[in-house]
């Protein structure tokens, strides 16, 4: 179990409201990512961050922004969202760039958001 | 541009029969490669990887088979179980180091009792 916890796990909302997912971890891992999922897409990457204050894009960024103010939380932002970013999200961690684990990811259950 | 492609979206085999599920990539940086398994509103869970350097990685049922001229994978499951149906992601990366992943769209699972 590599304690991650996502929330909220579903979450309904309207065209042009701003929404906040929170991804929470407790054992100090230095990297985390938000993905989403689709059908027909597979797992697309959105943002990532290697450490506190350090973020990044990836490859389906447009609309969405994060925050990584203390290791355990990594927050994404859908600043207005729309019906296009109906979706499941998952956050994950990677255990780091060496050793046992290294290069994989461990992934938490999932925010399903809903955009009417 | 996918990089990662899984182009059969399904596959449905016999419970005990071999399950093969291929995986073809586009990218040559990629170095490593990984596959997941997803059930149902879970995440998905790390399965089994390889690294570049070789061409086959076991564990336990599951085998995974690394072509990389042919810029092929492919996971071997044997035998297989019911238990075993999921969606299976496949990834890549192009280092070790560097855990952003890149997913295929998946392939779904069904082993047959």
């Known amino acids: 179990d590599a304690g991650i916890t996502q929330s909220p796990r579903h979450k309904v909302t309207e065209t042009g409201t701003p929404v906040t997912l929170r991804c929470h971890q407790t054992?100090?891992?230095?990297?985390m990512y938000w993905y989403r999922q689709d059908p027909g897409h597979g797992l697309r990457l959105i943002h990532y961050?290697?450490?506190?204050?350090?973020?990044d894009k990836g490859e389906v960024s447009d609309g969405y922004s994060v925050s990584r103010s203390k290791t355990e939380d990594f927050l994404l932002t859908l600043e207005s969202a729309t019906s296009s970013q109906t979706s499941v999200y998952f956050c994950?961690?990677?255990?780091?760039?060496?050793?046992?684990?290294?290069?994989?990811?461990?992934f938490g259950e999932g925010s399903r958001l809903t955009v009417l | 541009d996918q990089q990662v492609k899984q182009n059969s979206p399904s596959l449905s085999v016999q419970e005990g029969r071999i399950s093969i599920l291929n995986c073809d990539y586009t990218?040559?940086?990629?170095?490593?490669f990984l596959w997941y398994k997803k059930y149902p509103a879970e995440g998905p869970t790390f399965l089994i990887s390889?690294?570049?350097?070789?061409d086959k990685n076991e564990d336990g049922r599951f085998t995974v088979f690394l072509n990389k001229s042919a810029k092929h994978l492919s996971l071997h499951i044997v035998p297989s179980q019911p238990g075993d149906s999921a969606v299976y992601f496949c990834?890549?990366?192009?280092?070790?180091?560097?855990?952003?992943?890149?997913f295929g769209k998946g392939i779904t699972l069904s082993v047959r009792p």
């Open positions: 390889i690294s570049s350097i070789k």
């Open positions: 990834a890549a990366s192009e280092t070790r180091a560097n855990s952003k992943l890149t």
């Open positions: 990218n040559s940086m990629f170095d490593y």
């Open positions: 994950a961690i990677s255990l780091g760039t060496s050793g046992r684990g290294a290069g994989e990811l461990f």
């Open positions: 961050s290697y450490g506190v204050k350090d973020t």
């Open positions: 054992e100090n891992h230095r990297y």
